[in-house]
Protein backbone atom coordinates (compact mmCIF):
# COMPACT_ATOMS: atom_id res chain seq x y z
CA UNK A 1 0.00 0.00 0.00
CA UNK A 2 1.36 3.38 -1.09
CA UNK A 3 1.66 5.99 1.99
CA UNK A 4 2.87 8.97 0.26
CA UNK A 5 1.19 10.09 -2.98
CA UNK A 6 1.95 13.28 -5.00
CA UNK A 7 0.31 14.62 -8.01
CA UNK A 8 -2.18 17.25 -9.33
CA UNK A 9 -5.00 18.93 -7.80
CA UNK A 10 -8.59 20.46 -8.53
CA UNK A 11 -11.46 21.30 -6.50
CA UNK A 12 -14.95 19.59 -6.14
CA UNK A 13 -18.01 19.83 -3.39
CA UNK A 14 -20.67 21.57 -2.34
CA UNK A 15 -23.89 23.39 -3.70
CA UNK A 16 -22.07 25.50 -5.88
CA UNK A 17 -20.14 23.15 -7.93
CA UNK A 18 -21.85 22.47 -11.09
CA UNK A 19 -19.55 20.27 -12.53
CA UNK A 20 -21.13 17.38 -10.29
CA UNK A 21 -24.92 16.68 -11.23
CA UNK A 22 -27.75 17.18 -8.64
CA UNK A 23 -28.28 13.41 -7.79
CA UNK A 24 -24.50 12.46 -8.02
CA UNK A 25 -23.28 10.35 -5.05
CA UNK A 26 -19.80 9.80 -3.45
CA UNK A 27 -17.86 6.38 -3.61
CA UNK A 28 -16.91 6.55 0.07
CA UNK A 29 -20.27 8.06 2.38
CA UNK A 30 -23.66 7.05 1.44
CA UNK A 31 -26.55 8.58 3.19
CA UNK A 32 -27.10 5.74 6.00
CA UNK A 33 -23.42 7.17 6.87
CA UNK A 34 -24.33 10.43 8.00
CA UNK A 35 -25.41 9.56 11.49
CA UNK A 36 -21.85 8.51 12.32
CA UNK A 37 -20.35 11.83 13.41
CA UNK A 38 -16.75 11.06 11.34
CA UNK A 39 -18.72 11.38 7.52
CA UNK A 40 -21.67 14.09 9.42
CA UNK A 41 -19.14 16.88 9.84
CA UNK A 42 -18.16 16.97 6.06
CA UNK A 43 -21.84 17.74 4.88
CA UNK A 44 -24.63 20.40 5.43
CA UNK A 45 -27.05 19.89 7.35
CA UNK A 46 -29.75 19.65 4.68
CA UNK A 47 -29.14 18.70 0.85
CA UNK A 48 -29.72 22.29 -1.25
CA UNK A 49 -32.80 22.66 -2.79
CA UNK A 50 -33.13 20.35 -6.15
CA UNK A 51 -30.25 18.33 -4.97
CA UNK A 52 -30.65 15.07 -3.73
CA UNK A 53 -26.93 13.35 -3.85
CA UNK A 54 -24.65 13.74 -1.73
CA UNK A 55 -21.72 15.30 -3.68
CA UNK A 56 -23.59 18.96 -3.48
CA UNK A 57 -24.50 18.68 -0.03
CA UNK A 58 -20.35 18.74 0.60
CA UNK A 59 -20.17 21.41 3.11
CA UNK A 60 -17.13 23.38 0.94
CA UNK A 61 -15.91 24.94 4.54
CA UNK A 62 -15.58 20.95 5.67
CA UNK A 63 -11.49 19.13 4.81
CA UNK A 64 -12.28 16.82 2.45
CA UNK A 65 -10.98 15.36 -0.91
CA UNK A 66 -11.20 12.51 -3.11
CA UNK A 67 -8.34 10.57 -4.82
CA UNK A 68 -8.26 7.34 -7.32
CA UNK A 69 -7.75 4.69 -4.02
CA UNK A 70 -8.18 1.53 -5.75
CA UNK A 71 -5.23 2.55 -8.30
CA UNK A 72 -2.94 3.17 -5.12
CA UNK A 73 -3.71 0.14 -3.06
CA UNK A 74 -6.47 1.09 -0.77
CA UNK A 75 -9.89 -0.73 -0.02
CA UNK A 76 -13.18 1.54 -0.38
CA UNK A 77 -13.41 0.73 3.29
CA UNK A 78 -9.67 2.04 4.31
CA UNK A 79 -10.01 4.81 2.16
CA UNK A 80 -13.31 6.27 3.69
CA UNK A 81 -11.66 5.31 7.61
CA UNK A 82 -8.08 6.74 7.06
CA UNK A 83 -7.22 10.18 7.73
CA UNK A 84 -4.65 11.86 5.45
CA UNK A 85 -2.18 14.65 5.29
CA UNK A 86 -1.94 16.66 2.76
CA UNK A 87 0.84 19.25 1.41
CA UNK A 88 1.69 21.81 -0.71
CA UNK A 89 5.00 23.49 0.44
CA UNK A 90 4.94 24.62 4.23
CA UNK A 91 1.43 24.43 4.25
CA UNK A 92 -0.21 21.44 5.41
CA UNK A 93 -3.54 19.81 6.91
CA UNK A 94 -5.83 16.71 7.67
CA UNK A 95 -8.85 15.84 5.57
CA UNK A 96 -10.78 12.50 5.01
CA UNK A 97 -11.49 10.54 2.07
CA UNK A 98 -15.19 11.27 0.91
CA UNK A 99 -14.72 9.99 -2.81
CA UNK A 100 -13.26 8.28 -5.64
CA UNK A 101 -11.40 10.78 -8.39
CA UNK A 102 -10.82 12.67 -10.34
CA UNK A 103 -10.97 11.17 -13.79
CA UNK A 104 -7.98 10.30 -15.62
CA UNK A 105 -8.59 12.08 -18.32
CA UNK A 106 -8.15 15.14 -16.49
CA UNK A 107 -4.61 14.04 -15.96
CA UNK A 108 -5.23 15.24 -12.26
CA UNK A 109 -4.99 13.17 -8.66
CA UNK A 110 -6.79 14.75 -5.80
CA UNK A 111 -9.82 16.67 -5.44
CA UNK A 112 -10.13 18.70 -2.72
CA UNK A 113 -12.54 20.65 -0.61
CA UNK A 114 -13.08 24.47 -1.19
CA UNK A 115 -11.34 25.43 2.07
CA UNK A 116 -9.06 22.78 2.15
CA UNK A 117 -7.46 23.82 -1.55
CA UNK A 118 -7.54 27.99 0.37
CA UNK A 119 -5.68 26.71 3.47
CA UNK A 120 -3.15 25.05 1.74
CA UNK A 121 -3.07 28.08 -1.08
CA UNK A 122 -3.46 25.33 -3.93
CA UNK A 123 -5.14 26.28 -7.37
CA UNK A 124 -6.14 23.90 -10.14
CA UNK A 125 -3.17 21.71 -11.14
CA UNK A 126 -0.74 22.64 -8.17
CA UNK A 127 1.33 19.57 -7.01
CA UNK A 128 -0.04 18.45 -3.48
CA UNK A 129 1.84 15.56 -1.34
CA UNK A 130 -0.78 13.23 -0.04
CA UNK A 131 0.10 10.84 3.06
CA UNK A 132 -1.91 8.00 5.26
CA UNK A 133 -1.67 8.80 8.66
CA UNK A 134 -3.85 6.57 10.17
CA UNK A 135 -6.17 3.70 8.55
CA UNK A 136 -8.97 4.16 11.18
CA UNK A 137 -10.53 7.72 12.92
CA UNK A 138 -10.28 8.74 16.73
CA UNK A 139 -12.42 7.00 19.10
CA UNK A 140 -15.39 9.25 20.20
CA UNK A 141 -18.53 11.92 18.66
CA UNK A 142 -18.11 15.40 18.30
Not at 23 to 43: I, Q
Not at 114 to 126: K, Y
Given at each position: ????????????????????????????????????????????????????????????????FAFRFT????????????????????????????????????????????????????????????????????????
Open positions: MTERMTGKMSTFGGPHDLGVGPNEGLACVELADLSDWWFRRCFLPFAPIGTEGLARRLNPAAYYLEGYSREQARRSIFKLTCGLRSNFAQCVDWGPAASTERNFDLSPALAGNLAVRTDDIIIVELLSLSPPAGGV
